[in-house]
């Protein structure tokens, strides 16, 4: 009869402990779920800047998205049943606070676009953005909501 036992040692190198970044406190405050709940678009035109045109509501196929922020700095993006991009696959991506702005490796702002991040409460934040358009300057404000 032949014994055997366990090791219960963690192999060297693979302990998750290690692998775990360091969180700034707004990096913490983000660790969770998130639900996206509504955009504003102030569009100010070249020829006439006094005009504003704001847009505001909400995106239906975004309604339902889910992010899950975790605090290996990855996170997954859930479309829910109404989905924007029909027959999407998200994948595990990266997500970091830089300069006064956020990064989502898929977005939500178009890529190339610099963003700031606002801490509204402790259940809400802010993503904007601008840019210059040929008929005006755009700016896009989209707000989150903790699930």
């Known amino acids: 009869m032949a014994s055997c036992s366990k090791d219960d040692t963690t192999p060297s190198g693979n302990n998750n402990n290690n692998n775990q970044p360091t969180l700034k406190d707004e990096e913490k405050f983000l660790v969770g779920d998130w639900m996206f709940e509504k955009g ?4 100010k035109p070249k ?3 006094q005009n504003l045109k704001i847009t505001a509501g909400i995106i239906p196929c975004k309604m339902d998205d889910i992010y899950h922020l975790r605090s290996d700095k990855k996170y ?25 702005g956020i990064t ?10 610099g963003n700031t991040f606002t801490k509204i409460d402790n259940d809400h934040f802010s993503i904007s953005w601008s840019s210059q358009m040929t008929d005006g300057h755009l700016t896009r404000v989209y707000y989150f909501k903790r699930k």
Do not use: H, M, Q, R
């Open 40 to 43: 504003i678009d102030t569009l």
């Open 47 to 49: 020829i006439d800047p």
């Open 76 to 100: 997954t993006k859930d479309e829910g049943k109404d989905t924007c991009t029909k027959g999407a696959v998200y994948s595990e991506k990266d997500w970091a606070i830089a300069y006064g």
């Open 104 to 113: 989502f490796a898929d977005g939500p702002n178009p890529l190339g676009f």
